[in-house]
């Protein structure tokens, strides 16, 4: 596949030096379907990056196309800050009974700016409104987001930096397997709460990633996530999930904390909760915990109506029941089999591979190989990006709706890049 090397000079000279992917992947798009993106020369590539998990449904999913185009050709409202449309009342009609009604969950619904760090930001003002208290704990190689309450829960130093000023009350603590098994779990968290001289302060809250895909697809066990809730329930802290990129099915279950049991105070949710790649995010929490007085949080764009269009299409044609949560996990298993011939196959290289449902971590220790294999990856024609610390894990994050075709073609090329990078 022949590719454009050169960036237009208009991305060049007027766009700002802060932009990244279109450096990974230099080429001008033009259109997008199902699993695949296209660019202007017609080239074809294979989405296993999807938005950075905005796309689960894929690209213009006509069932989510359909009834876009059909509120849109009828005038529907679509700026309505948070006053109540049509849009928004079939949203969390639908949002109750495909998916707080069957869990048991009894969550307010909140909607902050459409997107994930101001669904932490909400997050975060709640938690310290409500219990008075300001420190919030997150975890070692943690990402939340880039305005700077989110940022000061971040774990990555080069993001943290970026903030220019100090980031406070904020502490880290391990992440599951951060200690390599040797210390039981919390103990380190545990011994600082109970000690008057520890100087932590108590805090409001925790908030946690079951899977960190920024920090390297770092997946927590579910007996970890268990005895996290219990920690927060025991020593009246909040318990916070992240669920912006996991959540809406990429782990298989809606919600990626359901296989562990629990039921946190606060979720966050974004990305994917549109269905269609459109600005969306929720805040969600336990009724009692609904202390807001009206607009003390609030946003401009916090009413996109089009996004409500099809986030409701996406809820009632995937989460009326289990298919596509079943098709998840058969297809995260083919994708898991991939994962252990490759790196079977490649010993030398000390690949270890990792993750939940459709979303895998394949690390690579020698440092610049994970990018490397993107980029030929790219030369090839599939779209995949490098995550963790280092950028030493290649992240995959195929459509939810993929076929095994694709996936099995994805996977080829994956192992292809890895063999001509060996």
């Keep these: ?63 989510l196309k359909r009834p876009l185009l059909d509120y849109l050709g009828a005038d529907g409202v679509t700026h309505g800050l948070d006053m109540s449309t049509t849009a928004k009342r079939d949203f969390l ?99 600082l709460l109970e000690d008057s001289g520890s100087g932590l302060d108590h805090p409001a809250a925790v908030i946690v990633e079951t899977v960190q895909g920024e920090g390297g697809v770092n997946v927590a066990r579910a007996e970890w ?9 025991r020593r009246d802290m909040l318990l916070i999930v992240d669920d912006i990129q996991m959540g809406c099915g990429r782990t298989g279950d809606f919600f990626s904390f359901e296989e562990a049991g629990i039921t946190p105070d606060i979720v966050t949710l974004s990305k994917s909760i549109s269905g269609y790649g459109m600005p969306m995010a929720l805040t969600l929490f336990r009724p009692e915990l609904d202390l807001w007085e009206p607009g003390e949080h609030n946003g401009t764009f916090r009413g996109n109506n089009p996004a409500f269009v099809t986030a409701t299409a996406a809820l009632d ?75 030493e894990v290649i992240k995959l994050l195929p459509p939810l709706t993929a076929s095994d075709d694709e996936l099995d073609e994805g996977l080829g090329i994956l192992a292809r890049a890895v063999r001509h990078t060996a």
């Design 225 to 233: 996530l268990r005895g996290l809730a219990d920690l927060c329930r």
């Design 317 to 391: 044609t995937y989460w009326r029941d289990s298919a596509l949560r079943d098709r998840t996990l058969q297809a995260g298993g083919r994708v898991e089999a991939a994962l252990r011939e490759l790196a079977a196959g490649h010993e030398r290289l000390g690949m270890s591979f990792r993750g939940r449902g459709l979303v895998w971590g394949l690390e690579l220790a020698h440092e610049g190989r994970a990018e490397a294999v993107c980029r030929r990856a790219f030369e090839l024609g599939l779209l995949i990006e490098t995550s963790g610390p280092r950028s």
């Design 1 to 63: 596949m022949t590719i454009i090397d050169t960036v237009p000079s208009v991305f060049e000279t007027v766009e700002s030096e802060v932009r990244s992917y279109c450096r990974a992947w230099p080429t001008v798009f033009a259109r997008a379907s199902g699993s695949r993106l296209y660019d202007e020369h017609g080239h074809s590539f294979l989405d296993f990056f999807a938005g950075a998990g905005s796309l689960n449904y894929g690209h213009n999913n006509p069932a």
């Design 93 to 191: 009609q639908t949002f109750r009974s495909t998916v707080l009604e069957p869990r048991a969950l009894p969550y307010k619904v909140m909607f902050p700016g459409p997107t994930g760090t101001n669904a932490v930001e909400a997050a975060l003002k709640l938690a310290r409104k409500v219990t008075g208290r300001k420190t919030v704990v997150s975890f070692t190689n943690a990402f939340h987001g880039m305005s700077l309450g989110s940022l000061a829960l971040t774990g990555n130093a080069t993001k943290r930096a970026g903030a220019g000023v100090p980031l406070t009350h904020t502490t880290q603590m391990p992440y599951d397997h951060y200690l390599g098994g040797r210390v039981p779990d919390f103990l380190w968290f545990e011994r």
